[in-house]
């Protein structure tokens, strides 16, 4: 069993990554530090120690903002609280690999980019539907979570080809579908993920791609609603290089945005819908 500081650790050191295990995770750590504290108070400064940890995570803030909300004063119910969370973020997981899978039709070739639990759940379900497909998923500098998704597709036996990030368009003109996941949803429908997904989106776009965003609604931000921007998180540029020079100035940011306009609609566990419909009825369910 991994301690609160462990679980921090990976979270920050991208160890545990993916808007969906990064959720998880943080309401695992919140409900280890709940044996540790004498009440809701004092658990609430961990939650937010939690939040800081990734930025960009409005799924990590919505399930811990949920946690808070369901324990008790004493938080004797923390573990029925926990297990009930865990338990219908995975139904509602579920439920997008099935609907999911029906958006790939036998035969296709679908580009994917970075690792989205989503994604490869929904190809997974697909493939053990009996249609069969290929994968083309570039690699996603500078943590390689394409390695990822790489690794767990083809133990599956999916076949994947992989790249480097920069012959995205030699291969993205050979696919007919384009997958990918979210870490936040804004109150306009635009879509937040791993940097370079606004680009694959566009040349998406150029080559007539179907474009889906494959993602469960707790990544919405509320917060958005009323006007506050998604803030963009930029990792240590130590990623990138360790090269120093007064004259070099290294960015590392670790999203970027996707327009509702370039993508075809949001797969999401409450059916294949447009980014409008998608934002309207979590407005219902979040806001
Ligand atoms: C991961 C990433 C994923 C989303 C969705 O970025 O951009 O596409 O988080 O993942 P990082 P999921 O590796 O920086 O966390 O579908 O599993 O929620």
Same mark, same amino acid.
């Given at each position: 069993m991994q301690s609160f500081d462990e679980i921090i650790l990976d979270i920050k050191s991208l160890k545990i990554q993916g808007a969906t295990d990064v959720a998880l995770s943080a309401i695992l750590a919140l409900n280890i530090k709940s044996k540790e504290v004498k009440g809701k108070n004092e658990l609430l400064s961990f939650a937010k120690i939690i939040e800081e %940890? +990734? *930025? %960009?995570e409005p799924g990590m803030r919505n399930l811990l903002t949920l946690y808070m909300k369901k324990v008790s004063d004493n938080l004797e119910n923390s573990d029925e609280v926990y297990e009930q969370i865990v338990s219908d973020v995975k139904n509602s997981a579920k439920k997008i690999y099935e609907i999911g899978s029906h958006v790939i039709k036998d035969g296709a070739s679908i580009f994917t980019v970075c690792h989205s639990s989503n994604v490869v759940g929904i190809m997974k379900k697909a493939w053990e539907s009996g249609k069969r497909f290929q994968v083309f998923n570039a690699e996603t +500098? *500078?943590? @390689?979570?394409g390695r990822k998704t790489a690794k767990e597709l083809t133990e599956f036996g999916i076949p994947v080809t992989h790249f480097v990030d920069n012959a995205a368009y030699r291969y993205i003109k050979k696919c007919d579908l384009f997958m990918f996941g979210a870490d936040s949803i804004n109150s306009m429908g635009d879509i937040i993920n791993k940097v370079g997904t606004h680009n694959y989106a566009e040349l998406s776009k150029r080559f007539d791609l179907t474009t889906y965003c494959c993602t469960? /609604?707790?990544? @919405?931000? /509320?917060?958005t609603y009323i006007g506050e921007e998604e803030e963009i998180e930029y990792r240590d540029s130590i990623e990138v290089w360790d090269f120093q020079n007064p004259n070099l100035k290294i960015l590392n940011p670790a999203f970027d945005k996707v327009e509702k306009e370039s993508v075809d609609g949001i797969i999401c566990e409450w059916g294949v819908m447009s980014p409008v419909e998608f934002v309207n009825k979590a407005i219902e369910n979040y806001a």
């Open positions: %940890t +990734r *930025p %960009t +500098r *500078p943590h @390689f979570q469960s /609604s707790i990544k @919405f931000n /509320s917060k």
